[in-house]
């Protein structure tokens, strides 16, 4: 794509030079090609003036995701404030419950439990990536009881991959904490809600084990389900 971009220039198309550029900047942020890319971008801007393809809202929340997915977190976090200040909608929702997840990714969990805990937005997706962050966030601050009504709180979005994560995230911690019966709650929930998912057949599978294990009369039947199931 850098290569695209370059040979753009050289036959003066600006235009699909920007363009280029930008997939090469919002696309990957961490490369050698990326920072060229920064480099570049403001000479066409400057070069183009009005003419300048603007950036879509999706490429500036992919490049703060990569960023923080890679544990650039300055530099993620300041992608995410310019979001905040030039998104609006849903984008700029889910621009502000990153800019909190920020501190989660740097382990400043209480920081971020109460940067989330504040913040009110309105689009359905972007409150349950809050709510996930929420029960992840008091899930490392050693607060079950919190993290099971934040959990509990997704079920609001009945079907939203955050509340699978959550679901799935909560029966894991209780099942390190030796509590099957409070995993299985959130494992069956998961599976009720998830059937045709992969994480649907693990949820199950792991139902189907702790009855096995508490030697329980439903186990066999469990396993002959998730056997015709999954």
Not at 111 to 121: D, H, K, T
Not at 186 to 211: L, Q
Not at 215 to 225: H, P
Request: net charge positive; proline share 5%.
């Amino acid at each position: 794509t850098a290569l695209t971009a370059k040979a753009a220039a050289a036959r003066g198309d600006l235009v699909a030079a920007a363009i280029a550029w930008q997939r090469v900047y919002y696309g990957w942020p961490d490369s050698t090609e990326g920072g060229e890319a920064g480099k570049e971008l403001p000479r066409l801007a400057e070069s183009l003036g009005p003419t300048m393809p603007p950036a879509q809202p999706s490429a500036f929340l992919g490049r703060s995701a990569r960023l923080l997915n890679r544990g650039m977190l300055r530099p993620a976090q300041s992608e995410l404030e310019a979001a905040v200040s030039r998104l609006a909608g849903s984008d700029h929702d889910v621009a502000r419950v990153r800019l909190c997840e920020v501190d989660y990714f740097g382990r400043n969990s209480a920081a971020a439990y109460e940067c989330l805990r504040g913040l009110e937005v309105e689009w359905p997706e972007a409150d349950a990536e809050r709510l996930y962050y929420l029960m992840q966030t008091a899930r490392r601050l050693g607060r079950s009881v919190q993290m099971t009504a934040w959990t509990d709180a997704l079920s609001k979005y009945p079907h939203s991959q955050w509340r699978l994560r959550a679901l799935v995230a909560a029966g894991n911690e209780f099942q390190l904490q030796n509590r099957p019966a409070t995993a299985d709650r959130f494992f069956r929930a998961c599976y009720a809600a998830f059937p045709s998912d992969r994480d649907g057949a693990y949820c199950h599978w792991k139902v189907a084990w702790n009855a096995y294990m508490a030697r329980r009369a439903d186990a066999l039947e469990l396993f002959r389900d998730h056997t015709v199931k999954y």
